[in-house]
């Protein structure tokens, strides 16, 4: 059982629950003291045989989000005389309503709808959706993937047939670990899901292997790497092509290795990068041509290594091509698909072989004729879609799980949209940045009072596991998991869906979800592997190291790697562009992760936003010097679309001409009802990030590498007009 209980003579005084927690990638188990309804401690399962014990300061804002007085738990519609309760039938009909008097004078792609970064950490909202999706028959949709790993699905979509065919780090058994553009001890690892990375990068070490960290910034990763290099932001492709160039000139490329193999186009990487020598690169990179050589040759004569490249790499106008790049390299090197390489996670319950491969390019957005990705177009589409009058615009919205005025660019430019729409819903446990702009908002349960199953994450595990978590509380009467929110939406607006729709609506409102995880698991790679199994194993299922999967992890009809070379070496142009007209006088901005936070959605918990400031401008003594900027003091960052005024921390973490803002803060706008939150406001990144700024082959937003300009606060210009000090949107 999940649960055992520690009787005395008198009653049940004490109960013990394990769980997953769900506020990360990590996956980590926990195990949960409670008593009558009340958390009493949440520590680390070390029976896990994922995590074993490990957890990380988010997994205590478990209990602060059940328990937040500002959590919402039944839904609120504005009126003119602010929010007022109301039941769910009403806020369920009226919300139906709402979407279909839209839908009736503009047309049913009138609304938009979006998906935030929680809904993937989240078992019944991931397999229940889709009823949600297909019910609103809207092709304007929009999610936090093209701010964040549209590349990677990308790059799979291309490579191995399909979105989620993506290959993770053998971080366990690897020699060495290249880590461009990411910060794994900060986010637990991402599109890597591996809890105690500290641990394990640790080990890489102790085992006389290296790990080497390049990024703009020495990271809390960098800092117990075995060796760090700065880089300019957003010219991480000028280092992987010019890796590529050495690994041909030095003889290291490994055509014959058994992915290389599958590869019908392998042998046109040889001239791929041929103009991108190391020398070439320097100047720009700030990385020395023969540091570049080293670290290629250390890299390949390694018994086993893996390059592995995040959100540094993703988020910038090169970020499809660095994805590909660096993908590109652990194949021609043989490290795909081989231990301590770049391998595939084999989940127990495998959406690739039950979901759609995906797509690129089949649409393309209204207004700047973006491309869209299995039926998403890019979040810097959204606001301008509102905004600009014409057929097809948007006249309403349903956010769902998403605060997309903080975590998306041009933060000013969105709001201002949102506020000029004819309806809008919310599906939120919150009054944020994003949903007072909603007339209703539609709480769901909270996390411990739903059942859990990480479907997405398992899919990125550096080692297979299997988990299953019941809800530790009952929810009251008057509350509703999301699930049923989808359903009860889907059901008022599609009354005439087809019987097989609504037979399993039907099933999942008797059973739950938990009845399509059964199917899942049924049809899934481990016959053992049962919801009944994974009950009576409440810390997890052990299912094995990773291990080889080519070439029957491949999607491809024909079970060989498209490198599709001609659609990314056409995005050469543009690095050529780059490389003639860099200015390395600008001032670029970064953002930053903290492993208490994650995003915008844990500042209301006490115990995460506890301490100092953490929302600083942090820049390197030397810039600080140029501008006259002294620590602590208000700086002014203005970017091309708005400005925002923040204290500086004077660091040598960061490369000189760089600064690096915090992404998730800026809590201070009006109407906003989370009190830890607002009395941690800190300011907006993206009021400064630039929605114009894009990866053009993805249509990922950029928004690593922003150029920006700093004014150093004084006594003389402290006095300006708060409009002059404030974030504001440019014309």
Known sequence: MSSEQIETKDEVKEQTHFRTCN????????????????????????????????????????????????????????????????????????????????????????VGVYLGNPNVHNMGGMLTIRHLLNSIKTRSRFSATSIDQLPHHIVSLHLFGHMLR????????????????????????SIMTAPNMRQKLKDIKARDGKVVVIDPRRTETADIASEHHFIRPATDVLLLLAMLNEIYAQGYAKVDSRAAALAPEIERMAAFSEEYTPESVANITGITAVEIKRIVKEFCEAESSVCYGRMGISVQEFGLLSQYLSMVINIVTGRLDEEGGL??????????????????????????????????????????????????????????????????????KLDEALSQLEFMVSLDYFVTETSRHANIILPPVSPLERDHYDITFNGFAVHNVAKYSPALFSKNDNEKHDWEIYLGLADRLDKDAPEAIQKERSLIHSFGPTVLLEQGLKYGPYREVTLAALKDNPHGIDLGPLHRMLPEAIKHADKQIHLNVGFYQADLDRVREMMQNYDDQQILLIGRRHVRSNNSWLHNSHRLVKGKPRCTLMLHPDTAQAYGIEDGQDVKVTSRVGSVVVAAEVTDELMPGVVSIPHGWGHGRSGVKQKIAQAHAGVSVNDLTDDTLIDTLSGNAAVNGVPVTLEAITSETAGLDASETQASSAA
């Open 23 to 110: 506020l990360c990638e990590a996956m980590c188990g926990i195990v949960i003291k409670h008593e009558n309804g009340k958390v009493l401690s949440i520590k680390g399962d070390k029976d896990d045989p994922f995590s074993q014990g490990y957890i990380c300061p988010k997994a205590t804002a478990l209990q602060d989000l059940h328990e937040d007085p500002d959590r919402l738990r039944q839904p609120i519609e504005r009126t003119a005389n602010g929010w007022k309760a109301i039941s769910w039938p009403e806020a369920l009909d009226k919300v139906a309503a709402g979407i279909e008097a839209v839908q009736q004078k503009h047309g049913q792609n009138a």
């Open 343 to 412: 391998m595939f996670p084999n989940p127990a319950v495998d959406v690739v072989n039950t979901s759609g491969p995906g797509y690129l390019g089949k649409r393309h957005s209204r207004v700047s004729h973006l491309p869209d990705f299995n039926g998403e177009y890019p979040v810097v589409a959204m606001a301008e879609e509102m905004l600009v009058e014409g057929e097809g615009q948007l006249k309403a919205f349903v956010s769902v799980a998403g605060n997309p005025v903080l975590s998306t660019p041009n933060g000013e």
């Open 166 to 189: 993506i290959p993770v780090p053998d971080v366990n058994r690897t020699q060495y670990m290249l880590i461009i553009g990411g910060n794994p001890l900060a986010s637990n690892g």
